[in-house]
């Protein structure tokens, strides 16, 4: 699923998003003003053009849209060679209406960036490149041959050379300029949606894994009635059925059996259906729930909580569960042999902190946690330490997203080596991240959190 999501938001397929209807819209909208430049032209300054020729330049454009209305879909995605002869259309045809209409020294040469830029936001580099240099060599050309601009009285109308020269620096920059802009912009977008994407998964599932617990602790209850019926049923029969011992067995082991399905739903949880409890549990609880998946992983956690006995309860919120058992993860997978996992709160602040003896994080990353695909050569010691990792800082991103999502602050940073408190222990030096709330944002007896546990239903028999 993660890998679909990722191939369907990934730059090489943006070129297949492409309606059609776009593209049609957009060509109607530059053969108006191609269309209303020139009648201004012609009927407002007077100026002598070839306007045959203008006007077949743009009548080709018109004739190339109705052929794309009535022999295809509107509705049609192009293909990311369809996208590139579309963009490489308008070019030529805007190439060829300047070389009709002054070539540089017509104000309108600047648009030549246009087609670049879209062609950087949807299609590949390579057609980009393509693209970019056509671009680049019609304007370079238009230097030198063009059909003068002429006013009624057949004056020439030209800007002096250095400004032409100035002209063509300007287009040629900005292409270049807009088309890497435009491509790390929409490459950011692109990227920043496949980490979102895998977020909204990641919650996703950690809500499912909530609710099915809370689906078990309802069937536990609901179970209890009718598995001590059977209990007290089977007890009467085995008391009536001394003079038949086989009859007496199977009720022993009804007995016996049901005894064993109560112990398995007293595991499975003891809340009712209108019980909120699993909503809320204490901050303690909730910190060991989101590392308990990496307790067994060959690094020692060890948690150090404020005051475990008179510990707040917090909204027991999948976002928080998830988002601290990723933070937990990198600390296990970097660590060098002990994470430690603090908790501490006050009247306005709660807050977690999770440190490890590894090696920290890179310095000259430390400003960029929490962005999604953060790039790193990986060292040989790095390949071993953690296989298959590639250092995209996906991980982080979610946790930092879904954290927070609930109000939370997180703070990145490495230890100076000076928390232990013994000679020969372990060293906080590594990694430390803290997440830190405004106590009314996450502590279940605020008022925005707090939720009504509703009505006991009556026992009936």
Not at 18 to 38: E, F, M, Y
Not at 127 to 138: E, Q
Not at 262 to 268: A, G, L, V
Request: overall charge negative; some cysteine.
């Amino acid at each position: 699923m993660t890998d679909m999501s990722a191939e369907l938001l990934s730059v090489e397929r943006r070129s297949n998003w492409i309606r059609l209807r776009t593209i049609i819209l957009v060509r109607w909208i530059a053969i108006c003003g191609q269309t209303a430049a020139l009648l201004v032209a012609q009927f407002g300054f007077g100026l002598q053009l070839e306007y045959g020729l203008c006007y077949l330049a743009v009548g080709v454009s018109v004739i190339g849209n109705l052929i794309a209305i009535f022999v295809f879909p509107e509705n049609k995605l192009l293909s990311e060679t369809e996208n590139s002869f579309m963009i490489l259309f308008d070019v030529v045809q805007l190439g060829f209406l300047l070389f009709l209409t002054g070539g540089l020294n017509n104000p309108f040469s600047f648009l030549m960036a246009g087609p670049v830029t879209i062609s950087a936001a949807v299609l590949s580099v390579r057609s980009t490149v393509v693209i970019a240099s056509l671009a680049i060599l019609a304007v370079t050309l238009l230097l030198e041959f063009y059909l003068p601009l002429r006013t009624s009285q057949y004056f020439l109308l030209r800007i002096p050379d250095v400004f032409l020269f100035g002209n063509w620096a300007a287009i040629v920059i900005a292409i270049l300029f807009s088309s890497i802009y435009s491509r790390k912009v929409v490459s950011e977008m692109s990227s920043m949606a496949q980490a979102l994407a895998a977020t909204q998964m990641a919650l996703s599932r950690e809500q499912k894994l909530t609710d099915l617990g809370g689906v078990v602790a309802a069937a536990a209850h609901e179970l209890g009635t009718p598995l001590a019926t059977i209990k007290l049923t089977s007890a009467e029969l085995m008391e009536e059925l001394d003079d038949r011992p086989e009859l007496q067995e199977d009720a022993a082991l009804i007995r016996e059996q049901a005894d064993r399905c109560r112990d398995i739903m007293q595991s499975m949880g003891r809340a009712g259906k209108e019980d909120l409890h699993i909503r809320k549990a204490p901050l303690s609880t909730v910190i060991e729930e989101a590392a308990e998946p990496h307790m067994d992983r060959g690094k020692h956690i060890m948690f150090e909580h404020f005051d475990v006995v008179h510990g707040p309860e917090i909204t027991r919120r999948p976002e928080i569960i998830h988002g601290l058992r990723n933070l937990v993860q990198n600390a296990v997978d970097f660590a060098a042999s002990t994470v430690w996992v603090e908790s501490e709160w006050n009247d306005q602040t709660i807050s977690v902190r999770i440190m490890d003896d590894g090696r920290g994080y890179p310095p000259h990353l430390i400003g960029r946690i929490g962005d999604p695909f953060v790039r790193k050569r990986k060292s040989e010691r790095d390949r071993k330490q953690r296989p298959g990792y590639e250092g995209m800082g996906l991980g982080l991103f979610i946790a930092k997203t879904l954290l927070e999502r609930t109000g939370a602050e997180l703070n990145f940073a490495n230890g100076s080596g000076d928390f232990s408190r013994e000679a020969g222990q372990p060293s906080r030096s590594g990694a430390i991240v803290e997440v830190v709330w405004a106590r009314e944002k996450i502590d279940a007896k605020s008022i925005k959190n707090k939720t009504p546990l509703g009505n006991n239903p009556q026992i009936t028999s």
